[in-house]
């Protein structure tokens, strides 16, 4: 069902890194689910089955759709991004990126032309930081040193290499709380979940929305129920700690290096621990 691939766009606490990681532990199985699909790392760098992917922002899943497809409006608004991003100067290119980042916070243009724009603001924003004002807006600065490189134009290439049409081939998409996501599917004991929840933490504010203690509550308690195979990956917290420690789950605690440091409020060496149910 394809080669291994690098995730489409940047996501905060992404798991690319820790692959080497979770690699040795996947179970095997027949069928894949992720309620948490964010950037998708595992998926696309591990699994060779029948996916699910959900994730509860919407532009997220929506241009992971249209990269599936290879929509036409889509690859058009891409490419004429790119056509004038490689004949700019570097202010210019700070320009562009402050047109798409108004023209996203307006709702303006179709859904090609938004999830083009999101998948430029992913790319090019400071640090990597997805975060949103009280007016729900988009507002982090352009990231000038991405400016200065050809790593956006890399990845735009990337959208329609075939190696990456493989892997969505065998991909199905939705964007639904968690507790809905896994309510639309009968697991059995071949099923393998992996489960990237936002951290319990203040992160869960720049990921575009929260995830509080009530919803990590709700995640524990469809976890302990699963029917199927799951592994939990998450930043070590006391409630963390009593959620799911001591609980009869294999727990496996790992050092990892936190991507991105949003003004210093986090350490980028955190405590992490795979639990799971196998």
């Keep these: 069902m394809g080669e291994p691939c690098a995730p489409l766009i940047k996501w905060p606490g992404g798991k690319r890194s820790e692959l080497p990681t979770i690699a040795p532990r996947v179970p095997d199985h027949d069928r894949y689910f992720e309620p948490f699909f964010g950037g998708g790392s595992v998926f696309f760098g591990l699994i060779d089955c029948e996916a699910w992917g959900n994730d509860l922002h919407p532009d997220l ?56 724009d999101f998948f430029v603001l992913r790319e090019l924003a400071y640090g990597g930081m997805f975060r949103f004002n009280s007016k729900g807006e988009f507002n982090v600065p352009f990231g000038r040193a991405y400016g200065r490189n050809g790593t956006v134009a890399t990845k735009i290439r990337r959208l329609t290499c075939p190696a990456v049409q493989a892997k969505l081939a065998h991909l199905n998409l939705s964007s639904l709380d968690f507790a809905d996501f896994l309510g639309k599917h009968e697991f059995g004991p071949s099923d393998f979940m992996f489960v990237d929840p936002p951290y319990d933490t203040a992160f869960s504010n720049y990921v575009g929305g929260g ?26 917290t006391p409630l963390i700690e009593d959620l799911y420690f001591d609980k009869g789950l294999t727990v496996s605690e790992y050092d990892a290096n936190y991507r991105f440091n949003i003004k210093g409020r986090f350490s980028r060496d955190t405590r992490h621990a795979m639990v799971m149910n196998y």
């Design 61 to 116: 899943i929506l241009m992971h759709e249209l990269v599936a497809v290879q929509d036409d409006d889509f690859l058009d608004a891409i490419h004429g991004f790119l056509a004038s991003w490689e004949r700019s100067t570097l202010e210019q290119r700070e320009d562009l990126y402050y047109e798409c980042r108004s023209r996203y916070n307006a709702h303006l243009g179709t859904d090609a032309c938004r999830a083009a």
């Design 211 to 236: 995830f509080d203690a009530d919803d990590q509550r709700r995640l524990a308690e469809a976890l302990l129920g699963f029917d199927g195979l799951f592994m939990l990956v998450c930043k070590v």
